[in-house]
Structures are given as structure tokens and as C-alpha cells.
């Protein structure tokens, strides 16, 4: 028996039971001895993914190596433990129930997303075409909706964090469940704020004061994942009074209630549908904040107001101008247009749900993806004073104001 320090208390649930079944089992391992490192996949705050081809089996693989130097083994257990309890879901990056410690890091192994993350993708100023962003939008939505099921927040929503495994996302994951803990429990404020961080977060409490894990933070995350991704653009630096583009957009939702006010510039792309959504989403009340299968509700709609005058200008006069039944043709495979098929989500979100959990001992990922070869370097670069609005990667801990891609600012104007 280990004399770990997780096995101190009785497992109270089985993410904790994998914990310690983890603990008992871990393994010191030199990497080179069963795997070839092909390439880095990318950094993080705690370490960094590798690619690798098992030496025996031939499997390619990315190991996560989390440094020992600022990781607890308390927080490896819980990532790699949560990692695993997840993965039966298809929209969640897969596991091999390999988990293993070095000299210097520990190292746990995901299925190997071919064509990286989702930032990637993103044309920086321009976003991804409305049905691209449908498709990501959907499977991202189906994988928070079955996390906070579960019970859990994932607490790092962010385009880092959702690996693709073509560029069309046909098929993504999301990943990287560092941050995620059970929704109710008390948390430390994490130090910096990025474009994603909810407004309850980043607001008046003093540093020192804790939190409650709340999913209406991932949903705020999420709302803002569906901006960048639409426009390759933040929608400001933070959600703080002092950002203006921000204050802009708290003001529009505030006044709602006393019969609108003008929508930001920045918001003038999407169609009303889109901002009813958005609305909701980015609700300023985390109380009354929808969930995420909200989104589900608008798939049959444009969403952009472009691709809606290129629909009225085709298609939409033969279909006598009923909007929203043109839009399944225009989007392609992922729209939803009918109320069959908002029931065939509901039926999909409810099976995934009533899985079982796999072995904690697994095979190999669950889908076969063929590999692209796209190259998977992230391109970190120091440029200090980038104007908000512009789209860059986000560290988790983003204090040091490094920044990656320099891009103009979308200026207000009322
Ligand atoms: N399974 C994978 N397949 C392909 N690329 C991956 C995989 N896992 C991670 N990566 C790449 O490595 C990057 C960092 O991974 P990850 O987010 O898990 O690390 P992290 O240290 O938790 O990062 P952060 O501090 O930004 O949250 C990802 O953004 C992605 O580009």
C-alpha cells in the first residue's frame, strides 16, 4: 500500500477512488526506454505535450508532462483521474490509462489530436465560416453539457484548450482538465484575468477571498469561445468596468430591461438571433446565466448577418423567405433545422449521460483519425501593448502581458 498522502481520507467518489488506485500504481519510468519523441505539441503553464510513438506497439500517443517543481502530486491525480472518469465521452479527449513519473515530471497519455488546437484555425480579424464554427460550437457544447452533468466545471474554456483533428471540425475534443473541480466546491481566486474569465471573477472581491465553482462560468467561457471563433477577435481584454469594450457591452445588457439600447459595434455582425443568444449566454447575472444547451436551441438560425444576405440573395426567395428553413442547406452537415433534430441532440446528450464508466486499466483512443501532418508549434512571441480586441493565446496564468499575435484593434463606434 502506498503511503500517499490521497490515501489518508476513504475515497468519497469514484474520481477520488481513481486517484488512489493511480497513487498505488505509480510507476518511475525513463521515457526514451518504451517511447520516441517525435516533436513538442505544445506548452503550458505547468509543463509541456509531446508527441510519441510507443516503441512496442507503435501507437502514436501525446504524453503530458507535468513539471514536479510546480505540480503537486495531488493535482496530476486529480487531472489525470478526471482526464480518464471523462473520456467515455466522444467529445472529450481520449485516455490510455497510462500514468507514470519521471525524475522530473509526471507524465500521464491522451490520444493524439492530428491537427492541434483549436486556435490554430482561427483567421486572426476574421473567425472561422459560420458552419465551421456550428460544427466546433455543437461537439464543444455536447462535452461542457456532459461535465457539468457530472457535476463538474472545467474552469479553462478556451480555444487552446479544444483539439481538433481536422480543420474542417468535423471532429473536436475538449481537453485540458487542470483547472476543472466539482461545481459547489470553494476555490482560491486564481491570479490574472483573460478574455474568458467571467465578470464574478474578476470583479470586486479581494484577491485573497475564495469562490464557489459555478458552471456559469464555463458558460460565460463558452459564450466568449463562440465570439472568438466567429470573429477571430476578443470581445475585450477583461470583464471589467475599465475595459471599454466591455462596459459597451454591459451596458447594452443592461439596458434590456429598460426597452435596449444600441448594439455594440462590435456585435453589429451578428444576427438577432445570434446576439438573443449571446445574451444568454453572457448573461452579466451568473444566477440567471442559461446553460449551455442553449446553444443548441439557435443552430437552425444565421448566426452572422453576412452569411444571412448571402442566403436571402439564393436559396431563401424558392424557399418564399422563411429564414431559418433555408439555413440547413447553407450550413451543411452540422445545422439543425427541425424539431426532429433538436430531439436527436437531446436523445444524444441523454444516451452519452447514461454511460457507464470505462476501466480505469483502457485501450487504445476510440477514433481512428487519419494524420495530416499539420505542423503544431506554438508561436509564442513577446510583443507588449497589443490593443484589446486583438486575438492571441492565453496563458492560464496570464499576468506577465506577454503577447502573441499583434492585430488592430475594432474600434467602437456608437
Ligand atoms: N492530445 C493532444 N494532441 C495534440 N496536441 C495537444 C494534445 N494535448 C495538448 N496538445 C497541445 O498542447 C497544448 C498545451 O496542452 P495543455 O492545455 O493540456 O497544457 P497546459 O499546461 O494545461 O496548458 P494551459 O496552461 O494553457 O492550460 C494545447 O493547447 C495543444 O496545442
Redesign the pocket.
Known amino acids: 500500500m502506498s503511503s500517499s498522502p490521497v490515501m489518508s481520507s476513504p475515497p468519497i467518489n469514484i474520481v477520488e477512488e481513481l486517484q488512489v488506485i493511480t497513487a498505488q500504481n505509480l510507476e518511475k519510468l525513463e521515457v526514451s526506454k518504451y517511447y520516441e519523441v517525435i516533436r513538442e505539441?505544445?506548452?503550458?503553464?505547468?509543463?509541456k505535450?509531446d508527441l510519441v510513438v510507443h516503441k512496442i506497439r507503435g501507437t502514436k500517443m501525446?504524453l503530458?508532462f507535468l513539471k514536479k517543481k510546480t505540480t503537486k502530486l495531488r493535482s496530476f491525480l486529480r487531472e489525470y483521474s478526471i482526464s480518464l472518469y471523462l473520456s467515455p465521452c466522444p467529445f472529450i479527449?481520449n485516455m490510455f490509462g497510462i500514468a507514470f513519473e519521471t525524475d522530473d515530471y509526471y507524465v500521464f497519455a491522451?490520444?493524439?489530436?492530428v491537427a492541434?488546437?483549436l486556435f490554430d484555425i482561427i483567421p486572426p480579424q476574421v473567425g472561422l465560416p459560420e458552419p465551421v464554427a456550428k460544427r466546433c460550437v455543437h461537439q464543444v457544447g455536447i462535452a461542457l453539457d456532459y461535465m457539468h452533468y457530472k457535476k463538474l466545471v472545467h474552469r479553462?474554456i478556451k480555444p487552446?484548450?479544444v483539439?481538433i483533428f481536422d480543420r474542417e471540425c468535423r471532429k473536436v475534443k475538449l481537453?485540458?482538465f487542470?483547472m476543472t473541480r466539482r461545481a459547489g466546491s470553494p476555490v482560491k481566486r486564481v491570479s490574472g484575468t483573460i478574455p474568458y474569465t467571467a465578470p464574478e471573477l474578476c470583479g470586486a472581491a479581494e484577491p485573497a477571498e475564495g469562490f464557489c465553482v459555478e458552471p456559469a462560468t464555463d458558460v460565460w467561457a463558452f459564450g466568449v469561445l463562440l465570439f472568438c471563433m466567429l470573429t477571430g477577435n476578443f470581445p475585450w481584454e477583461k470583464a471589467l468596468p475599465t475595459d471599454a469594450f466591455y462596459e459597451e457591452f454591459s451596458r447594452w445588457q443592461r439596458a434590456r430591461r429598460v426597452g435596449g439600447g444600441p448594439v455594440p459595434s462590435q456585435w453589429r455582425r451578428f444576427t438577432d438571433e445570434a446576439l438573443r443568444m449571446f445574451r444568454k449566454l453572457l448573461s452579466l447575472d451568473p444566477q440567471r446565466r442559461c446553460s449551455v444547451k442553449e446553444v443548441f436551441r439557435h443552430f437552425g438560425r444565421c448566426w452572422m448577418v453576412d452569411s444571412e444576405v448571402g442566403i436571402s440573395v439564393g436559396a431563401a426567395a424558392a424557399a418564399g423567405g422563411g429564414s431559418g428553413s433555408v439555413m440547413g442547406s447553407h450550413q451543411g452537415a452540422l445545422s439543425s433545422t427541425s424539431e426532429e433534430d433538436e430531439e436527436d441532440e437531446d436523445l444524444l446528450v441523454d444516451r452519452m449521460k447514461q454511460q457507464t464508466l470505462s476501466p480505469v486499466v483502457c485501450g487504445g483512443p476510440k477514433g481512428g483519425a487519419m494524420e495530416t501532418g499539420s505542423p503544431?508549434g506554438?508561436h509564442y512571441t513577446t510583443v507588449v501593448g497589443m490593443p484589446p480586441g486583438g486575438y492571441e493565446r492565453m496563458?492560464?496564468d496570464n499576468t506577465s502581458g506577454s503577447r502573441i499575435l499583434v492585430t488592430t484593434p475594432i474600434e467602437i463606434c456608437v
Open positions: 505539441l505544445g506548452k503550458g503553464t505547468y509543463g505535450v501525446a503530458k479527449i491522451q490520444e493524439y489530436a492541434g488546437d479553462d487552446e484548450n483539439l481537453s485540458d487542470g503544431q506554438h496563458p492560464r
